[in-house]
T-cell receptor
Framework: AQSVSQHNHHVILSEAASLELGCNYS??????LFWYVQYPGQHLQLLLK??????LVKGIKGFEAEFIKSKFSFNLRKPSVQWSDTAEYFCAVNAPGSGAGSYQLTFGKGTKLSVIP | NAGVMQNPRHLVRRRGQEARLRCSPM?????VYWYRQLPEEGLKFMVY????????ESGMPKERFSAEFPKEGPSILRIQQVVRGDSAAYFC?????????????FGPGTRLLVL
């Protein structure tokens, strides 16, 4: 079974600082990778996803993530954060070749980002 | 264009009562997924359903929990004889199809508190 690790529980940054949130997964086969964001009081929204092709994926609101297969990583980045990026960020993996569990998303525990104006 | 709807948003039950959580998928979506989030944890998969069929229930507790997605109406997650450990946020997601890389769209969740 696959698992996802998000190393930072809570990150605090000042506006305009650069952001990198770590995500590592454990699964030896083909994976689809996702970053979701949950703004305060709102539901989970998809930021970006990778399932094939260019390992550098660009998402909404200036976010991007890079899939490094050799490191089993899919870190989320943004060059300059804004106060409105304050939210909780979840990394998730799906393993399409894993039989009955192919459609499950396995989530990390989430990283809370607080951006100070 | 309504997203995934869940109700109620908050539900309080006493131990031993039943909890019924409802999920209406996005328009045109026929694939529904339920996830549970315990405090300080990530979302954990529970069950995947299509209309009138349970496809994958590998994440469902063996007792007291059941799910359905009838031909008409919302998907229901039912928890019988709730216990304090059932207190969690329950999220529903839907997708248009079941292909590789298919995006799951999430609802706002139902926060269940068992007293």
């Amino acid at each position: 079974a696959q698992s996802v690790s998000q190393h930072n529980h809570h990150v605090i940054l000042s506006e305009a600082a650069s952001l990198e949130l770590g995500c590592n997964y454990s699964y030896g086969g083909t994976v689809n990778l996702f970053w979701y964001v949950q703004y305060p009081g709102q539901h989970l929204q998809l930021l970006l996803k990778y399932f094939s092709g260019d390992p550098l994926v660009k998402g909404i609101k200036g976010f991007e993530a890079e899939f490094i297969k050799s490191k089993f990583s899919f870190n989320l980045r943004k060059p300059s954060v804004q106060w409105s990026d304050t939210a909780e960020y979840f990394c998730a993996v799906n393993a399409p070749g894993s039989g009955a569990g192919s459609y499950q998303l396995t989530f990390g525990k989430g990283t809370k980002l607080s951006v100070i104006p | 264009n309504a997203g995934v709807m869940q109700n109620p948003r908050h539900l309080v039950r006493r131990r031993g009562q039943e909890a019924r959580l409802r999920c209406s998928p996005m328009k045109g979506h026929s694939h529904v997924y339920w996830y549970r989030q315990l405090p300080e944890e990530g979302l954990k998969f529970m069950v995947y359903l299509q209309k009138e069929n349970i496809i994958d229930e590998s994440g469902m507790p063996k007792e007291r929990f059941s799910a359905e997605f009838p031909k008409e109406g919302p998907s229901i997650l039912r928890i019988q004889q709730v216990v304090r450990g059932d207190s969690a946020a329950y999220f529903c997601a839907s997708s248009l199809d079941r292909g590789v890389g298919e995006t799951q769209y999430f609802g706002p969740g139902t926060r269940l508190l068992v007293l």
